[in-house]
């Protein structure tokens, strides 16, 4: 079974990758985990190690009988059809752990971090460079790892090099895991709504100052005065603002 470029198939083969994967995932016989892409089943085989119920989610139609073939023998195993980026799960409290295709990481995130039903971890293999960002290391933040960092708290647990797939990727990867998901940072919906607003206006232009980029889609508001209360400096670029006070700001701005 070749991979499928046009699916971003890049099949994980390091043992001590899926354990690290699996392990940073805190997996029990009491959780559901949600398996985005099994592939030929290599991950889902350590995860049905834990006695947890797994969901397997499967695009790729030429795998399935694979993956039929496999695990049909497991009581704690579901597989199904569909595309992760359609999917709905029927509840939250899941756990989702998987290696995902490049190309969907920041679609996934958006999709699932931000569902009604939410899972409550996720553990994903996805680019190397894109994890660093989330976890802003260098104290940097984008509109990725403030979304990421607005309902979980994002973990790089290890880096995973490229010759650990099959085929080999052009780049290493990472773990990353985002634990105790929720939308406890939020007062409600709207200022959920407006948070993503305001960050989305805030990075518009990354050359300009933050209130630059803010002051023309609210005009209303007295943006020197909120920036001066919460000590945000009106010099300061959007990269250089922490997800507390973007929760703050966007409160202001309600």
């Given amino acids: ?74 009581k704690n195993f579901s597989l199904l059809e569909g595309d992760a980026l359609t999917f709905e799960p029927h509840g939250g409290g899941y756990k989702l752990i998987a290696n995902i295709p490049y190309y969907i990481t920041g679609a996934i995130f958006e999709r699932y971090l931000s569902h009604i039903h939410q899972p409550t971890t996720m553990v994903v293999l996805i680019q190397k460079e894109v ?66 607003r305001v960050v989305k206006t805030g990075f518009a232009h990354k050359r300009k100052m933050l209130l630059s980029n803010l002051k023309d889609s609210f005009p209303k508001n007295n943006l020197p005065h909120i920036f001066e209360e919460l000590g945000i400096s009106t010099k300061a670029r959007a990269e250089d603002i922490p997800i507390s006070l973007w929760l703050l700001l966007a409160k202001e701005l309600l």
């Fill in 131 to 196: 994890a660093e960002r989330i976890v802003a290391n260098n104290k940097k933040e984008s509109i990725l790892s403030l979304s990421v960092k607005a309902y979980g708290e994002p973990k790089l647990v290890k880096k995973v090099s490229r010759g650990s797939f099959n085929p080999a990727p052009n780049v290493d990867s990472a773990i990353l895991a985002i634990y105790n998901i929720s939308r406890k940072k939020f007062e409600n919906q709207y200022h959920e709504a407006m948070f993503f």
């Fill in 1 to 74: 079974m070749q991979a499928k470029k046009h699916l971003g198939q890049n099949f994980l083969t390091s043992v001590p990758a899926r354990i690290s994967i699996v392990e940073a995932g805190n997996v029990t016989p009491k959780d559901t985990v949600l398996e985005i892409g099994p592939g030929k089943g290599f991950l889902t085989e350590e995860l049905l190690k834990t006695k947890a119920h797994i969901i397997a989610l499967e695009k790729d139609r030429d795998l399935i009988p694979i993956l039929e073939k496999q695990f049909s023998s497991h």
